[in-house]
């Protein structure tokens, strides 16, 4: 199973919201950190911000913030967000073709596998994943705007 890009860049961005929660970011400098499009981040932002997990401000004073605290975010939450529904095969689609569907037991099995990747994101939170921010500023080219 591989995620998409939107996804990456979301938990990207809420990582780096994340290591700042005293203050907010700017698109500019989420994008400056992990040599992303600041094109591509507005539309992650914007998305984040309407499924409730970044408050977005604009204007001089504006930028970004986490709309809860970051140990209430958890990981799984923002995978169902950002990812397609889950269709690992034409078995999981209402227009399914396949003849041995009602025999099949691999719809069962790839459903199983889907449960355990979620309840393996579910079990950490956004906190749990900047535990080390210190470290992980470091690892930042540009810090000079972002020091903590």
Same mark, same amino acid.
């Given at each position: 199973m591989r995620m998409s890009r939107f996804t990456?860049?979301?938990l990207r961005t809420l990582l780096?919201? @994340?290591m700042f929660p005293d203050?907010?970011?700017t698109i500019n400098q989420v994008a400056e950190a992990f040599g992303i499009s600041a094109n591509h981040l507005t539309k992650v932002v914007h998305h984040l911000g309407k499924v409730g997990l970044l408050t977005n401000t604009r204007g001089r004073k504006g930028g970004l913030a986490l709309a809860r605290p970051a140990g209430n975010?958890?990981?799984g939450e923002l995978v169902?967000?950002?990812e397609q529904p889950d269709?690992? @095969?034409e078995c999981f689609e209402s227009g399914n073709?396949?003849?041995?569907?009602?025999?099949c037991q691999m719809h069962h099995v790839l459903r199983q596998a889907v449960e355990a990747f979620y309840s393996a994101l579910d079990r950490y939170s956004l906190d749990d994943l900047v535990q080390n921010k210190r470290?992980?500023?470091q690892l930042i080219p540009d810090r000079k705007s972002t020091r903590l």
């Open positions: 990456d860049y979301s780096y919201v @994340a203050r907010r970011v975010i958890r990981v169902r967000h950002t269709v690992m @095969a073709t396949c003849p041995i569907t009602p025999a470290v992980l500023m």
